[in-house]
């Protein structure tokens, strides 16, 4: 046997040692911390454990299981991840340099501050014992690239990293850094990447549709065949505050007056085709009634706003936070709504007098990775909605409406 063969166990000693790193965590007498350099965890499970600031440097993790872990500060310096779950992992600050992550699923990962950069890559024989390899090498094995769609990547080190036909669709790689990355191949079709840094990065065949481009930067880049329909850029991308006829406060003002007088005075918001980003901050504002279809919000803090019965149809409200708002009947038909938080948000049916209602229409929306959580959604229409993601534990849903809607690993924990 060679000396540097991997330390092989099963998921029962797994499991103890899981337990007594969690231990160690909350700093009891029989606690001992993980480290687990050279073993072969294989296709064992840690799903729902706090593993933070273990050590697994050099370990082969082929297809095991991190679902719903706590991996901030770990060392996955050189392992061999191909084909791990990280679903809904928290890996911040963790080092996956020079980690083999192909074909892994990272979808709502949070791997914020982590650090991906080159390193060698580490591969186990049964005879050789643990070698390292180039990353060319690895590249061959036609297992695919990893899988990162709606994953929190902000910060990341990326510097010089390999994600040939990876996807990071609809992820978050805002003021990233992934200078000189070969990202030939990759989905970034809706990705974050305001203030990242793409320099002297390979952008062959890449799809960059309807990413957010804000800040980023792209120097002496190789762009071939990239697809930026649909992109957001420094550039206005509808019109602008500055060509309002009055201030946007002004028009607030009498916005809420209009509502006051049930329309004999002030007038209504009409925010239509308007490029909002750089709106100010209307947090807790009255804006009952808006009318702003075709708007773009990308980002904005909508948390406890009053946005009852708005046409708001076809707008861009992606990564927008209405949390504890009041948007009861209000139209976000046809929506991109891409991470929108609205927990803890009002979307009950609004009731008119001869017992007409109105009810909060979703239909058509994109609300992948979108959070729901505590939110009162009863009667809400998401028929035709896309729902891939979405988290909808404590919501009320009585009633709601979910004709042809896509629900892909939607988590509904109705209230009890």
């Not at 549709?209 to 697809?227: C, H, I, P, Q, R």
């Not at 891409?338 to 229409?361: Q, S, Y």
């Amino acid at each position: 046997m060679p000396t540097d063969a991997l330390t092989i166990i099963d998921q029962a000693s797994l499991d103890e040692i899981i337990v007594k790193h969690g231990a160690f965590k909350k700093g009891r007498a029989n606690g001992a911390r993980a480290t687990l350099q050279h073993y072969d965890l294989s296709g064992l499970t840690f799903k729902d454990s706090d593993m933070s600031n273990a050590d697994f440097t050099s370990s082969v993790m082929v297809e095991t299981d991190f679902e719903n872990c706590k991996l901030d500060y770990c060392v996955f310096y050189a392992c061999d991840l191909r084909k791990a779950n990280f679903s809904h992992a928290s890996l911040v600050r963790a080092d996956l340099r020079g980690a083999c992550l192909r074909g892994a699923i990272m979808a709502n990962a949070d791997l914020n501050e982590a650090d991906l950069r080159e390193g060698a890559y580490a591969t186990y024989d049964p005879d050789k014992g643990l070698t390292f390899t180039s990353d060319s090498d690895v590249w061959k094995e036609g297992t695919g690239g990893v899988d990162m769609r709606g994953a929190n990547l902000g910060s990341v080190k990326l510097s010089g990293a390999i994600a040939i036909n990876s996807n990071f669709e609809d992820a978050n790689l805002s003021k990233s850094t992934i200078i000189r990355g070969n990202l030939n191949g990759a989905n970034l079709a809706g990705a974050n990447l305001s203030g990242a840094d793409l320099s002297q990065c390979e952008l062959k065949n890449v799809s960059l549709k309807g990413a957010n481009l804000t800040g980023t930067m792209m120097d002496f880049s190789n762009l071939e065949n990239v697809d930026l329909s649909g992109t957001l850029t420094d550039q206005p991308a509808g019109n602008t505050l500055n060509e309002l006829e009055e201030p946007l406060e002004e028009m607030i003002k009498l916005h809420q007056i209009w509502i006051r007088t049930q329309g004999e005075d002030g007038k209504r918001l009409n925010l239509s085709n308007l490029d909002l980003r750089n709106a100010p901050p209307l947090t807790g504002t009255n804006l009952t009634m808006l009318f702003a279809e075709h708007s773009i919000w990308y980002g904005h803090d909508l948390s406890n706003i009053n946005l009852q019965a708005a046409n708001l149809k076809h707008s861009d409200f992606r990564h927008c936070s209405f949390k504890g708002s009041d948007i009861r009947g209000t139209n976000f038909s046809k929506c991109v709504m891409v991470g929108a938080k609205f927990i803890k948000a009002r979307m009950e049916p609004l009731f008119f007098e001869g017992n007409r209602t109105l009810a909060t229409c979703f239909v058509g929306a994109n609300l992948r990775y979108s959070d729901f959580t505590g939110a009162v959604l009863r009667d809400a229409n998401f028929t035709d909605a896309d729902l891939s993601s979405a988290n909808f534990t404590g919501a009320d849903i009585t009633g709601a409406i979910f004709n042809k809607a896509i629900m892909t690993d939607t988590k509904i924990r109705p209230i009890a």
